[in-house]
């Protein structure tokens, strides 16, 4: 074992030799499996980059279709697991609701549990990636007090994700294709990002043996958190409580400087891109787009592009190479869909999907993977003498 060096948040430390991600921070690049996500994000559909990331390869027509077919052979939830939702507060966060009831998986599909068991994992694999849509989607009818619908197999993964979502059964409702584009896109540019805090925690949770639906259920968890994926929820509180107070977006460039608050500009930074992350211009130029199509104004998209501006001038962020995230813009995109602001982590769950199942995989087929089980420095009391209950 010998000296134990200290990395606190792990910012230098390899933990893993991987092929799924390709990632360069300083000059903004980020590729799956070695194609440029700016190619897939243009040419490809949501299931085919996650086939391209499970698999390594992208699939041809044939593996396509067969994959999509066992995709949708999967998207209904078990009748008793539907029952739990109704033990859910009406306003539980969907986020809760989603890690939970993944995990319950682990209950109902016992026959497919074995890590080492290649057949048990590909049919896991097709469960989560149909099932995590429908869950979402019921995780938001429940909130409304709406019945759920009920996944449509004929629709494509996006289309069926949106009808689930906004469809009711007494009215007929058509999907707007332009939304449609807008989710793949960011699905598939949400859907890995290497070794990030959510895929790291599916790989040491699986790291023990243990199996994909609890490894999976507790990326969900990490994921949710506002330093993590739960940002792109808090950007757009932000941009509100910004609206709300005037508009005054120096204000909160100077309180996001000012260490003693605590304020941080939500989807501003990250630990590895220090020049842009590919993802944020992808989804700008996307928003952009939507939004004049739409013919939206939204005062929040105009409050963040003000924000960016002030910020990239800023010596404070200028010195720390801080800039917009992922998450920046894309909850101006979810908003202008009508999705609620507290879905906007599930969608992100739902991308990131494929990525933390490419990994549990990769791990698990790797010869040389061992549990995770980092070191310490203890820092606290030598050896005390033991004082009983009545002396203390
Ligand atoms: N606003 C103000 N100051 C910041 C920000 C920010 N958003 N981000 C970093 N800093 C400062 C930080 O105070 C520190 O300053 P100093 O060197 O003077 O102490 C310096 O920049 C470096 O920050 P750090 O916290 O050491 O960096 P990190 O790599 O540990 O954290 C981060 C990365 C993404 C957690 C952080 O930038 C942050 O909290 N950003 C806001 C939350 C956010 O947008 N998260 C989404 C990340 S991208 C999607 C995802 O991961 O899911």
Redesign the pocket.
Known sequence: TGMVTIDE?Y?NTGAVQSSVTFLNGEEGVLRYRGYPIEDLAANCDFVEVAYLLIYGELPSEEELVKFRGKIRRHTMLHEDLKSFYDGFPRDAHPMAILSSVVSAMSTFYQDSLDPHDPEQVEVSIHRLLAKLPTIAAFSHKKSMGQPFIYPNNNASYCENFLQMMFSVPCEDYEVDKTFVEALNMLLIVHAD?EQ???TSTVRMVGSADSNIFASISAGICA?WG???????E??VNMLTQIQNDGGDVDKYVDM??D?DNG???????????KNF?PRATLIKTSCDKLLEKLDIDDPLFEIAQKLEKV?LEDE??VK???YP????YSGVIYRAMGIPVEMFTVL?AIGRLPGWIAHWREMQLSPTSRICRPRQVYQGSTKREFVPLDKR
């Open positions: 948040g910012v990002h990030n805090c959510s994921l506002p330093l993590h994926g739960g940002a792109n808090a950007v996001a400087k260490k304020f941080r500009l939500m989807g501003f930074g990250h630990r590895v891109y992350d910020a404070y962020f720390r190479k801080l995230n992922v998450d920046f992100f």
